[in-house]
Nanobody, 125 residues
Framework: QVQLVESGGGLVQAGGSLKLSCIAS????????MGWFRQAPGKEREFVAA????????QYSASVKGRITISRNNDVNTVYLEMNSRKPEDKAIYYC??????????????????WGQGTQDTAPS
């Protein structure tokens, strides 16, 4: 069974940059779409970005498009999320997730069956 571990969260001031990593173990993720979601204090979990199994296509939420880039390296079973021009509303716990039956990027949380524990963006709002 695949396990996902996120890292890279921390103190990032407004306008700064942040790069998150999600390392999978127990099973390859190279055949499936991967996604990043986030949950801000007092809010529902929301979609951030997703990438196809081969890295050739991606989807982004409107709130982050242009500031966030998702990428993956299947050779090391890792997915990345890079954020630039951080805004106060970006403060959240960031989760990565893997689908098991989906090759193309998707915002639908029902397609994702394994989630990491999350990594916290700790900068003040």
């Amino acid at each position: 069974q695949v396990q996902l571990v996120e890292s890279g969260g921390g103190l990032v001031q407004a306008g700064g940059s942040l790069k998150l990593s999600c390392i999978a173990s127990g099973h390859t993720i190279s055949n499936y779409a991967m996604g990043w979601f986030r949950q801000a204090p007092g809010k529902e979990r929301e979609f951030v970005a997703a990438m196809a199994w081969n890295g050739e296509s991606a989807q982004y939420s409107a709130s982050v498009k242009g500031r966030i880039t998702i990428s993956r390296n299947n050779d090391v079973n890792t997915v990345y999320l890079e954020m630039n021009s951080r805004k106060p509303e970006d403060k959240a716990i960031y989760y990565c997730a893997t689908t098991r039956l989906t090759f193309e990027p998707t915002q639908d949380t029902r397609e994702y069956n394994t989630w990491g524990q999350g990594t916290q963006d700790t900068a003040p709002s």
